[in-house]
C-alpha cells in the first residue's frame, strides 16, 4: 500500500499530524495499535487511566479532547506523613505565603517565555526554539531541585508544588529538569480539567485512512520509505512521521540517545478510604513515598496512582475492591537532558513528548510535523 505520508503511531503527536494534513486535504495513513495511545480513556467506566487533565492553555489538545469537570484546588489534601497534612487553605500556606509569591513571580516569567516557545514550534524544531531563548536554555541545563533553591522557595516546593509535579510524573525534583518542573507546575497556577476522549468519533473522522497495525521495521529506498507490520503487510510512503513512545521511535530509526522513562501504576477501586484521605477529592504525596496520589471519580470510586506495581492499597484503604490496574512501564520521558531531532533525512519527521512533558507540546510536535509536510508539497507544486 501506497501514500504520501504515513503517520505511525495515535496517540496526541500522531492524531494532531493527522487531523492537520487532512485538514490540508493532503494524502496519507495512519497507523496505530492503539488510537489514543497514552489517551488511555474509557468509555466504559468514563475515566483516565494515562493522561488525567488539560490545562486551559491547551489549544491544541482541545481539538481533540473534550473537556470535562474542573479540578478544584479547594478540595486537595497534600501528605507529608500519616499525621502531617495539609490544605491549600490552612496556617501552613498562610506561613509559606513570601515564597509562594516568589512562586508566582517565577511562573509568570517562565509563562511568557513558554508560550512564546510553543509558539515557535509550531513552525520551527524544538531544539532550534530552544536556542532562540537564552532563558529556556538555561532551565533545560538545570535540576530542578537546584533552581528551586536559587529562586528560593524550598519551603512551598516541598510542601506543595512538588507533591504536585511527583503525582504528574512519578519523579522527584532531583530527577527532572526546571523546564519540565515548571512546565508541570503550570497546573497549579491555571485552571485545569478532566477530559473525554471519543475513540469512535476520531476514528469516523479519518475514515479509511486509519488503519490498525503496528510498524516493526522502517527502511529507507530511492527517496521512498518501505514499512512492514506485525500484521505482516507492507506500506510505502514518501513521507513517514514516527509518532511513537520514545522507546519505540528509538527502535525504528536507531536512535542513540533517549530520556530515561518513569514507571507509573494506577489502579482504579471501589474503595472507603482511610478517614484522613477521604475528606479530600486529590490526595498527594512526597517523592518519598511509593504512593503518588488517589483521585475521587464521578462515581465515587477512586484512581490510585503509585510507582510501584505491588504497592499496598491498604496504606490509603480500610477496604476496597480493585477494578483495573494499569501499568505504564514507560510512562513519562523525563530523566535527562537528550534533545531528539524533529526532522532526519528528507522525508522523516518525529513527533511525540520525547522532548517534553505535556498533552499540549506532543499535539504542536504532530502539527510542526504536519506543516513541513504541507510546505514541503506547496514547494513542489510551485
Avoid at 29 to 50: C, H, M, P, Q, W
Avoid at 119 to 146: F, G, H, W
Avoid at 343 to 354: L, R, T
Wanted: neutral net charge; aromatic residues 10%.
Amino acid at each position: 500500500m501506497q501514500r504520501k505520508t504515513i503517520v505511525v503511531g495515535g496517540g496526541i503527536a500522531g492524531l494532531s499530524c493527522a487531523l492537520s494534513l487532512q485538514e490540508a486535504d493532503q494524502d496519507f495513513l495512519l497507523i496505530t495499535d492503539n488510537l489514543g495511545g497514552r489517551i488511555n480513556y474509557s468509555d466504559e467506566a468514563k475515566v483516565n487511566f494515562g493522561a488525567y487533565f488539560v490545562m486551559s492553555k491547551y489549544v491544541n489538545a482541545k481539538k481533540i479532547l473534550t473537556k470535562d469537570a474542573l479540578l478544584n484546588p479547594l478540595d486537595v489534601c497534600f501528605h507529608n506523613s500519616s499525621t502531617e497534612r495539609f490544605s491549600v487553605l490552612s496556617l501552613h500556606t498562610l506561613r509559606s505565603l513570601p515564597e509562594f509569591v516568589r512562586f508566582l513571580l517565577v511562573m509568570r516569567e517562565f509563562s511568557a517565555h513558554y508560550e512564546l516557545f510553543k509558539q515557535r514550534c509550531l513552525t520551527v524544531p524544538q531544539k532550534s526554539a530552544l536556542q532562540a531563548d537564552p532563558y529556556m536554555v538555561e532551565i533545560l541545563s538545570k535540576p530542578a531541585s537546584q533552581f528551586i533553591r536559587e529562586k528560593k522557595y524550598e519551603k512551598a516546593a516541598a510542601g506543595f508544588v512538588s507533591k504536585f509535579t511527583y503525582a504528574c510524573t512519578g519523579v522527584s525534583v532531583d530527577n527532572i529538569t526546571a523546564l519540565d518542573f515548571l512546565n508541570v507546575s503550570m497546573g497549579l497556577v491555571t485552571p485545569i480539567h478532566c477530559f473525554k476522549f471519543d475513540r469512535k468519533a476520531i476514528a469516523e473522522k479519518l475514515g479509511d485512512h486509519l488503519v490498525m497495525d503496528f510498524i516493526i521495521q522502517m527502511e529507507g529506498k530511492d527517496g521512498q520509505y518501505i514499512l512492514r507490520s506485525k500484521s505482516g503487510k507492507t506500506y510505502q510512503a514518501e513521507n513517514v512521521v514516527v509518532a511513537t513512545p520514545a522507546i519505540v521511535t528509538k527502535e525504528l530509526l536507531g536512535l542513540a540517545e533517549i530520556r530515561q522513562a518513569s514507571k507509573i501504576y494506577v489502579f482504579h477501586v471501589k474503595a472507603e478510604l482511610k478517614p484522613i484521605y477521604r475528606m479530600y477529592g486529590i490526595n498527594l504525596f512526597p517523592s518519598t513515598s511509593e504512593m503518588m496520589l488517589t483521585a475521587k471519580q464521578f462515581d465515587g470510586s477512586y484512581l490510585i496512582y503509585g510507582r510501584e506495581s505491588g504497592i499496598d492499597l491498604h496504606r490509603v484503604c480500610d477496604s476496597y475492591e480493585l477494578l483495573t490496574t494499569v501499568a505504564w512501564e514507560k510512562a513519562m520521558y523525563v530523566q535527562g537532558k537528550a534533545i531528539l531531532e524533529q526532522q532526519y533525512g528528507d522525508g522523516v519527521y518525529v513527533a511525540g513528548d520525547h522532548n517534553g512533558l505535556g498533552l499540549e507540546p506532543s499535539a504542536i510536535s504532530g502539527i510542526y510535523a504536519a506543516n513541513q509536510i504541507i510546505n514541503k508539497a506547496s514547494t513542489a507544486k510551485n
